[in-house]
């Protein structure tokens, strides 16, 4: 069975830092992309990151400058290194992963269970 699993999160003042880290377990053949999400209370769920199977990265305009996005791909692990937070960064963190498994032959979206990040003024 194929999970993401994150971990890393918290309450951090405005201005810290934090680094979001995702494990994704079971069989899995190929990881083509993995990334970050959030959502914050009462808004829609929105990309924060990505990185490709090539390694190419983007980054939400809100983040870009701020964060950095890696893969480990030997450990199936992505992280986000998240600098100079602000309040308006407080959401529910997801990772995503479009993942090649034994019963996605053509790949398919997985999601983690979420990790919170707090930021207080």
């Known amino acids: 069975q194929v999970q993401l699993v994150e971990s890393g999160g918290g309450l951090v003042q405005a201005g810290g830092s934090l680094r979001l880290s995702c494990a994704a377990s079971?069989?899995?053949?190929?990881?083509?992309?993995m990334g970050w999400y959030r959502q914050a209370p009462g808004a829609e769920r929105e990309l924060v990151a990505i990185?490709?199977?090539?390694?190419?990265?983007h980054y939400a305009a809100s983040v870009k400058g701020r964060s950095t996005i890696s893969r480990v791909n030997h450990e199936k692990m992505v992280t986000l290194q998240m600098n100079s937070l602000k309040p308006e960064d407080t959401a529910l963190y997801f990772c995503?992963?479009?993942?090649?498994?034994?019963?996605?032959?053509?790949?398919?979206?997985?999601w983690g269970r979420g990790t919170q990040v707090t930021v207080s003024s």
């Open positions: 995503n992963a479009d993942l090649t498994t034994p019963s996605m032959p053509s790949g398919t979206a997985y």
């Open positions: 990185v490709t199977s090539g390694g190419t990265k």
């Open positions: 079971g069989t899995i053949f190929r990881i083509n992309a």
